[in-house]
């Protein structure tokens, strides 16, 4: 069995290729090829002799991710990919060309086990956890695709498919190679996680020490309404995940955002938005509201624009922190999970 060395620090590669009589700073010089040339075949790795990329090849092997499908919004700022890995495993990756920078939102699991009822991305379940390098690899084939236009990737999102505080040790393994100065050497207040509410992971995530934005999926007002729209709540309540807010805020310095999905009916009125403001008052944070992308599978519905407006300055007269998402690629159905719902389900060999 070759050894995937593709996400592997510096210091690990070295560790594995010592006892091929490598030295250490031949690790560094493979770790640029991978992760800032996009060099994935070690022959092409020039500055190694003949006979170390022989024996590079013959015990290790370098995996990265294929396209499956892209899907490019009208107006050309949202480019949407499924690419999938070496066990044929699939994911979307989002390529969003924002006024201040390109900003890429990746996944982190094949799938999703929580269960909101207004996502896409949890119809099936959750396959299995993505690797460190596997979530690298989708950053960077959106950093190549940007390189042949002088581009790069400015901000990362870690908000497609999966729960990223249920696979953390893979998830900070990600963020931690992406900050590498021999990797894309992005910086910490660049990348921002987005989680349903693991409680006991946030707080460790706040110990971490890493200036990344946390954000906050709470998308109701009250416990009950939560409840019935995202079962994580039944294990975590919404003040306990206020409380871990409050916290990251606390040990970080860092403002939290607060996501709130904007369901027709469900969580639009204009009580919830008074009690949204209550939640929110005092607090270090920002409010982002969602018109939902609608998912035909679950028959929710996008609020019209008066509800959106009105939701909006009833917070804004509160004095809150508030944003409306620019809702980008919602002509490609580009809310999470619809591009590989679509494609799997058209597909008898996709997974
Ligand atoms: N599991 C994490 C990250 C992935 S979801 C989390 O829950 O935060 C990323 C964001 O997209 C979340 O705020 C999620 O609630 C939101 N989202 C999911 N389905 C959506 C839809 N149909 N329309 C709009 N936003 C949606």
Same mark, same amino acid.
């Given at each position: 069995?070759?050894?995937?060395?593709?996400?592997m620090?510096v210091?690990?590669?070295?560790?594995?290729?010592?006892?091929?009589?490598?030295?250490?700073?031949?690790?560094?010089?493979?770790a640029?090829?991978?992760?800032?040339?996009g060099?994935?075949?070690?022959?092409?790795?020039?500055?190694?002799?003949?006979?170390?990329?022989?024996?590079?090849m013959?015990?290790?092997?370098?995996h990265?991710?294929?396209?499956q499908?892209?899907?490019?919004s009208?107006?050309g700022?949202?480019?949407?990919?499924?690419?999938?890995?070496?066990d044929?495993s699939a994911?979307?990756?989002v390529?969003m060309?924002?006024p201040?920078?390109?900003?890429?939102?990746?996944?982190t699991?094949v799938?999703c086990?929580m269960?909101?009822?207004?996502?896409a991305?949890?119809?099936?379940g959750v396959t299995r956890?993505?690797?460190?390098?596997?979530?690298l690899?989708?950053?960077l084939?959106?950093?190549?695709?940007?390189q042949?236009e002088?581009a790069?990737v400015n901000?990362?999102?870690?908000?497609?498919s999966?729960?990223?505080?249920a696979?953390?040790d893979?998830?900070?393994?990600?963020i931690? @190679?992406?900050? &590498?100065?021999?990797?894309?050497h992005?910086?910490?207040?660049s !990348? #921002? =996680?987005s989680? %349903?509410g @693991?409680?006991p &992971?946030?707080?460790?995530?706040?110990r971490?020490?890493?200036? !990344? #934005? =946390?954000?906050? %999926?709470?998308?109701?007002?009250t416990?009950?309404i939560r409840?019935?729209?995202?079962?994580?709540?039944?294990?975590?309540?919404l003040?306990?995940?206020?409380?871990?807010?409050?916290?990251?805020a606390?040990?970080?310095?860092r403002r939290?955002?607060?996501?709130?999905?904007?369901?027709?009916?469900?969580?639009d009125?204009i009580e919830?938005a008074g009690?949204?403001?209550a939640?929110?008052k005092?607090?270090?944070?920002?409010?982002?509201l969602?018109?939902?992308?609608?998912?035909?599978?679950?028959?929710?519905?996008r609020?019209?624009?008066?509800?959106?407006?009105?939701?909006e300055k009833?917070?804004?007269?509160k004095?809150?922190?508030v944003?409306?998402?620019?809702?980008?690629?919602?002509?490609?159905?580009?809310?999470?999970?619809?591009?590989r719902?679509?494609?799997?389900?058209?597909?008898?060999?996709?997974?």
């Amino acid at each position: 069995m070759k050894i995937d060395i593709f996400g592997m620090f510096v210091d690990e590669i070295a560790q594995v290729i010592h006892p091929y009589g490598l030295p250490k700073y031949r690790a560094l010089q493979i770790a640029k090829w991978m992760y800032q040339c996009g060099v994935y075949d070690f022959d092409n790795m020039t500055n190694l002799s003949k006979d170390h990329r022989a024996l590079l090849m013959d015990n290790f092997v370098i995996h990265t991710v294929a396209t499956q499908a892209v899907q490019q919004s009208s107006d050309g700022k949202t480019s949407k990919y499924l690419v999938s890995f070496h066990d044929g495993s699939a994911v979307e990756t989002v390529l969003m060309r924002q006024p201040y920078g390109n900003s890429v939102c990746v996944s982190t699991q094949v799938g999703c086990a929580m269960g909101c009822v207004f996502c896409a991305s949890t119809l099936n379940g959750v396959t299995r956890n993505l690797s460190g390098g596997e979530i690298l690899a989708q950053v960077l084939y959106i950093n190549r695709l940007l390189q042949q236009e002088q581009a790069a990737v400015n901000n990362i999102v870690i908000m497609g498919s999966g729960e990223p505080l249920a696979n953390y040790d893979n998830v900070l393994k990600f963020i931690r @190679l992406c900050h &590498e100065e021999y990797s894309i050497h992005l910086s910490y207040r660049s !990348i #921002t =996680l987005s989680t %349903s509410g @693991l409680v006991p &992971e946030m707080n460790q995530l706040a110990r971490e020490g890493l200036p !990344i #934005t =946390l954000s906050i %999926s709470l998308h109701a007002p009250t416990n009950e309404i939560r409840s019935q729209l995202m079962p994580i709540n039944n294990r975590y309540s919404l003040p306990e995940v206020m409380d871990a807010g409050d916290y990251y805020a606390e040990q970080t310095g860092r403002r939290v955002t607060y996501e709130y999905v904007l369901i027709s009916d469900v969580n639009d009125k204009i009580e919830h938005a008074g009690q949204l403001a209550a939640l929110m008052k005092g607090r270090l944070a920002n409010v982002n509201l969602i018109p939902v992308n609608p998912v035909m599978e679950r028959g929710l519905l996008r609020p019209d624009n008066k509800r959106i407006q009105q939701f909006e300055k009833i917070l804004l007269d509160k004095k809150i922190n508030v944003t409306v998402r620019r809702e980008m690629g919602t002509d490609i159905r580009a809310a999470c999970g619809q591009l590989r719902n679509n494609v799997v389900n058209n597909s008898p060999k996709a997974r």
